[in-house]
């Protein structure tokens, strides 16, 4: 006796078992049709399907004439967000937003194309005055030159704006006339045109072009003059006239209380103009490293005979010097040493060849006029010894070590599978070995092994690499760049100072004769990953060059089948392709924003005195022997 089946209390007729089975199927699949199809924003844009990633579903590739709202009946058709100034360069184009944490950038910019950046963090501007109009000797120009780029730079990788501020701001402010009337000093005089062209200016700070950031970019004093605001005018102890920070309304009645100071032709210098009370002084400030007169006088004696012999050579040699301090300030804050990452460590070595190189360069010593100095403000510095260098490692991971710094080279999934397929003596990248064989999203899978554990997938982990590539600590604490682009001309904007370009190969510093035992490990592990430098013959291997610049030289020419390889490959990774996008997105617009500076700033005078000359000697020289 079958048993009775009921629906609502009623009987329903004896069914035979297979209809039964039919009919659940038909409800499953109902179901979930429905659940899939009407909950809002279940299934946004295409790449939100990387949530799914790292379980092995196959998805059927959603035909890419279906817009979003067809996809969801109750998502509105959405316009793409406004395109931003300046936010495209080369195939590179961005979006700022606050909301970049988002995993995929497609599903707020419509665009697959199109990253989702964090918004620019403002630049507070840091002033320099230098008059341009004294009359000098050419080489002694060109040394003051050299000075004021090296403080652009300094400041520009502290996150200022550094602006030259010449004569025709001060003249450009109405208080100028008075100036003119009263018998003053010439020094004088031109220490209020000093100010009076910060006050034409506004808030912001006013500085010796000879006084640079030398400490982390974490510091509190540097976190603090990066707020942009100044409740007080502000000087700091023991360096005199070297930096004021202040606000707009505080820099005017300064400038007044000097003007109209009576014995205004007694005192010597801006400070002893006004009553002391006009400044708040900040006493802690050893980040800040001031090389006037005295100073060099007094520590680095050797470099004021130097100017006093012959002013612009001496300049020249002060600059080198500063130039090294800003270097070793650097070794110093990154004591660990610098990561290269390599996951991948069997097919990665020719990628992360111009990362290595960089790390090489970042670990020579400077070539300094005094090798052991230290900076003025901090005498107990670590001074380069070109026997004991920083460390360079290659871990397959990323790991947040405040004292490390991390070069990153991220690959497209392209040139990952390229490389990975060949390897598996794969003589043809399929669609079917693809979807097959090849790991999703293995290189970001790589690299967070360590900071997400394995079972997580693709969404989160492209949230932490944004975090890791794009946030205040990160920038300042790594640099990322693409395996298939050339590195940034400017690099040395990023660091600050300028790196030392010499290609000289430590033999010493790699252990000569691999054994078998370090012959890469595949997938041991992160932590039993080699870490140590790669060997020659790894560096040799041809193959893996060809294979790099096939997938480079992919990249441009694009035929309509590899296109279609490539899609597919980027449909199955959608981290890595995010990963990658986002990198070379936030690396153009670095680019960019200095440009556009630069390009503003080269209006003015000021701009001409401290813009590099003779600049794009450029780094293809040292980075294209991949
Ligand atoms: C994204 O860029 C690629 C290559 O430049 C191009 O083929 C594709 O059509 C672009 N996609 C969109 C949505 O613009
Ligand atoms: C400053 O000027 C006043 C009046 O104009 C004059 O009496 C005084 O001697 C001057 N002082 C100096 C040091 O020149
Ligand atoms: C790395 O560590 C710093 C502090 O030590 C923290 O502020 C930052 O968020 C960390 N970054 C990541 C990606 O975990
Ligand atoms: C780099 O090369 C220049 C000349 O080419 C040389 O004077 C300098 O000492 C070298 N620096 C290092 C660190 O090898
Ligand atoms: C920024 O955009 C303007 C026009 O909108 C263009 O003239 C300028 O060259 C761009 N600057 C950079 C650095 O791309």
New binding site residues.
């Given amino acids: 006796m079958p048993v009775q089946r009921s629906i609502l209390g009623k009987p329903l007729p004896p069914m035979p078992p297979k209809r039964i089975a039919v009919l659940l199927s038909t409800i499953a699949v109902f179901a979930i049709f429905t659940l899939v199809f009407t909950l809002p924003n279940s299934i946004p844009a295409g790449p939100s399907l990387g949530r799914f990633t790292d379980h092995k579903i196959p998805i059927p590739k959603l035909p890419k004439t279906l817009s979003p709202s067809i996809l969801n009946p109750f998502r509105q058709a959405a316009h793409a967000p406004p395109v931003q100034k300046n936010s495209t360069s080369g195939e590179a184009s961005w979006y700022s937003n606050w909301n970049w944490m988002s995993p995929f950038s497609s599903s707020v910019t419509l665009d697959e194309n199109r990253s989702l950046l964090p918004p620019l963090i403002d630049r507070p501007p840091i002033y320099a005055y230098y008059d341009y109009t004294l009359q000098k000797g050419k080489s002694h120009k060109e040394a003051e030159n050299a000075v004021l780029v090296t403080w652009r730079r300094a400041w520009w990788a502290q996150g200022f704006k550094p602006i030259i501020l010449s004569p025709a701001e001060a003249m450009n402010n109405p208080l100028y006339a008075e100036l003119q009337v009263l018998e003053v000093e010439p020094l004088l005089k031109t220490e209020i045109s000093r100010w009076l062209a910060w006050e034409n200016m506004g808030t912001g700070m006013l500085c010796h072009y000879l006084l640079l950031p030398m400490g982390s970019h974490e510091d509190p004093l540097l976190a603090f003059l990066r707020r942009g605001e100044y409740p007080r005018l502000t000087r700091f102890d023991r360096l005199g006239s070297g930096l004021f920070a202040g606000s707009k309304a505080d820099i005017t009645a300064a400038v007044k209380e000097a003007l109209s100071n009576k014995a205004l032709n007694e005192s010597t210098d801006f400070i002893t103009a006004v009553s002391p009370e006009t400044f708040e002084i900040e006493p802690k400030n050893g980040v800040l490293a001031y090389y006037d007169t005295r100073t060099v006088k007094e520590k680095y004696s050797k470099v004021a005979d130097e100017i006093e012999a012959d002013g612009p050579r001496g300049l020249m040699v002060l600059n080198k010097l500063t130039v090294s301090h800003l270097h070793t300030t650097w070794q110093n804050t990154f004591s660990k040493g610098i990561a290269v990452i390599k996951p991948q460590p069997e097919h990665m070595t020719t990628a992360i060849l111009p990362a290595r190189k960089l790390a090489e360069f970042l670990i ?2 400077p ?1 300094s006029p005094l090798p052991s100095s230290c900076p003025p403000n901090n005498p107990k510095c670590n001074p380069c010894i070109s026997s004991h260098p920083l460390q360079i490692t290659y871990p397959s991971v990323y790991r947040n070590t405040s004292d490390l710094y991390t070069i990153g080279t991220v690959p497209h999934p392209f040139t990952t599978a390229l490389m990975s397929s060949s390897l598996n003596s794969e003589s043809e990248l399929t669609i079917p070995w693809i979807r097959r064989k090849s790991k999703r999203d293995p290189w970001l899978t790589t690299i967070t092994a360590e900071l997400l554990g394995t079972g997580v997938s693709g969404a989160p982990r492209v949230v932490k690499f944004k975090d890791v590539v794009a946030s205040q600590y990160g920038t300042s604490h790594s640099l990322w760049t693409t395996a298939e682009r050339d590195m940034p001309e400017d690099l040395d904007w990023y660091f600050g100072f300028t790196i ?1 370009r ?1 290609a ?1 190969d430590k033999g010493e510093s790699e252990t000569p004769v691999p054994g078998p035992e370090r012959k890469p490990q595949v997938s041991s592990g992160p932590r039993n990953s080699p870490e140590s430098a790669p060997t020659d013959e790894e560096v040799a291997m041809t193959k893996e060059k060809s294979l790099l610049k096939s997938a480079v030289e992919f990249g441009k020419a694009r035929k309509p089948d590899e296109e279609k390889v490539r899609k597919a490959i980027e449909a199955w990774n959608l981290a890595d392709t995010e990963a990658w996008r986002f990198a070379r997105a936030f690396l153009e617009r670095n680019r960019v924003e200095r440009l556009k500076w630069e390009e503003e700033e080269r209006k003015y005078a000021g701009g001409k005195a401290g813009a590099e000359r003779g600049k794009n000697e450029g780094w293809g020289r040292w980075f294209d022997d991949r």
């Fill in positions: 020579q010593c070539s030392p010499n000289t």
